[in-house]
């Protein structure tokens, strides 16, 4: 499944459109605090999201951003396991709002982090890049985590999403569950011709 990224469009609502028309599975919708990482967004006149939304919180204070983005009807709520709070007790925030719950880890977060909450998540979201930014180059470092993870879910229900870097050489690299694809498709002008294509692979 391909979510779109729209962390570059944070000003073009028309192009925000044309996404949310496409054929991507889902739209990606990044937000960050400038705290847990350096760069802050701001969405300024967001049309009305018709895709799945799959919310990627890059933020300390989760269970605040979680309230401030319930507006979207969000299909899944995805936050940052290196937070400094309570993991177990934003996992039950999120799930008493009867949202899927997702855990994303840093390129320096290893997998075995994650163990104790396999069990009670949806999805976890491996991040191919630094978390704060778009456009950069895909680590092909984390490869090995997301095979991890493909073996784990013999034992736990959760889907993997790769975030970072995915275009259509290295969205061959890793089998994940949801590809993450933010600068490759929207730089494009026919971002549904990218959508296709990356669905085609
Ligand atoms: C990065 C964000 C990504 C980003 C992906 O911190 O989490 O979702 O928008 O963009 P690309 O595909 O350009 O790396
Ligand atoms: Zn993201």
Do not use: W
């Amino acid at each position: 499944m391909i979510s779109t990224s729209i962390l570059k469009l944070q000003n073009d609502s028309e192009k925000i459109k044309i996404i949310n028309n496409s054929e991507t599975d889902m739209i990606h919708f990044d937000v960050m605090d400038g705290i847990f990482v350096s760069n802050t967004t701001r969405y300024d006149k967001l049309p009305f999201l018709t895709k799945p939304v799959d919310i990627h919180l890059m933020v300390e204070d989760v269970r605040t951003y979680v309230d401030k983005f319930m507006y979207l009807k969000p299909n899944s709520i995805t936050f940052h396991l290196e937070v400094h709070d309570d993991i177990n007790k934003i996992i039950s925030y999120i799930k008493e709002k009867k949202i899927k719950v997702g855990i994303a880890i840093k390129p320096e977060t290893k997998v075995e982090e994650l163990l104790p909450y396999l069990d009670q998540i949806d999805l976890v979201l491996v991040m191919t890049v630094s978390p704060g930014a778009g456009g950069q180059p895909f680590m092909k470092e984390m490869i090995p985590k997301v095979k991890e993870l493909r073996k784990l879910q013999q034992k736990h229900h959760f889907q993997i999403e790769v975030d970072g870097g995915i275009n259509d050489k290295t969205i061959k690299l890793c089998d994940a569950d949801i590809y993450v694809v933010g600068s490759y498709i929207t730089n494009s002008d026919y971002p549904n011709k990218i959508i296709k294509h990356l669905k085609s692979i």
